[in-house]
């Protein structure tokens, strides 16, 4: 099993010096699932996460090599998307209203876009939007719903010229990539002199991850970074953003999200799962009831400019 693995020093500042936090629970017949969706997962599944004994960044050390990585991510599908459309076009606009009130300009990035809900708000908004975003189901979903212009490809396989972006977002993307901090230090470089990177992960110090603690659902296989506000301003500092800090939006989650990822968890989704159709009656009512909630309760989003 270790030839599917990499071990890695502490992706923040470089050191080999940690305590374990919580063992792995994964087999390898977890490691040959592939990635079916990142949303509505029940999944109790993960790596070894250990603690950086000098940032204190707790990541997962060893990971699944990086080329497999974006292969199961490469391959995804995204059949949740009809349930979930509703509910993260609202969140982007709040996201949206979060960018406009720190930086104006023209030109937009966004990193692992997903569907296009982000995007799609931003180029009506007015900005030139160009998207990133590795699932190649959820690429085309983008162009074909919004017609936006999306690359299906990695983020490091890209050159974009210097100085070249107003903004720059990554939503819920830095917790699933091997090497953040290259990531950040890249983006640093593409953006325009005063450009604005905007970025969110799951907080493993909100609230919730405090109650539920291991059964937190963000302590899962796809998550093999897990930040605190503070971490992630450390490491946008090392990347080299200043006028750093810590904000929030409004988040926005439909009844279908909240419930299919525990009917799935009891094994009871499939007797269930014509109720849910986004079609039928019942599916168009739990995806327009929406709990609105700071997104401080269960994430940590965090703000730089070059």
């Known amino acids: ?25 994964m087999g390898e017949a977890d490691l040959q699932k592939g990635i079916k969706t990142v949303y509505m997962l029940w999944e109790d599944t993960h790596g070894r996460y250990v ?15 990086a080329s497999k990585i974006n292969g199961d991510y490469s391959k995804m599908g995204n059949t949740d998307a009809p349930i979930i459309r509703g509910s993260r076009l609202r969140a982007a606009k709040s996201q949206l209203g979060l960018i406009k009130k720190y930086k104006s300009g023209t ?4 990193i692992g ?3 296009g809900f982000f995007l799609f708000n931003a180029s009506k908004a007015g900005y030139t939007t160009k998207g990133i975003e590795i699932s190649q189901d959820a690429a085309e979903y983008a162009g074909r719903e ?24 990554l939503w819920q993307v830095l917790e699933h990539v091997p090497y953040p901090l290259i990531v950040l230090k890249e983006v640093h470089r593409i953006l325009k002199p005063e450009g604005l990177l905007a970025t969110s992960t799951p907080d493993i110090e909100s609230i919730l991850a405090k109650i539920l603690r291991r059964k937190w659902w963000n302590l899962r296989r796809l998550h093999i970074n897990q930040f605190t506000a503070k971490t992630l301003t450390d490491m946008l500092k090392r990347a080299g953003f200043k006028n750093v800090f810590s ?12 419930v299919i990822p525990l009917l799935k968890h009891l094994k009871m989704y499939e007797r269930a ?6 079609s039928s009656t019942s599916g168009k009512i739990m995806n327009k009831l929406t709990l609105v909630y700071s997104s401080r309760l269960d994430n940590c989003t965090v703000i730089g400019f070059k």
């Open 107 to 110: 030109t937009l990035l966004d």
């Open 113 to 115: 876009c997903g569907e």
């Open 247 to 258: 904000t929030k939006y409004k988040e926005h989650i439909s009844i279908s999200m909240l």
């Open 273 to 278: 799962e014509s109720r849910f159709y986004p």
């Open 146 to 169: 919004f017609g936006l212009d999306v690359e299906a490809k990695p983020f490091e396989e890209l050159q974009f010229p210097d100085n070249y972006f107003d903004v720059v977002t």
């Open 1 to 25: 099993m270790d030839s599917l693995f990499e071990y890695r020093s502490c992706p923040n500042c470089g050191r080999d010096d940690f305590t374990v936090t919580f063992d792995s629970n």
């Open 51 to 65: 603690k950086c004994k000098n940032c204190h960044l707790i990541y997962v050390n060893p990971i699944e090599k």
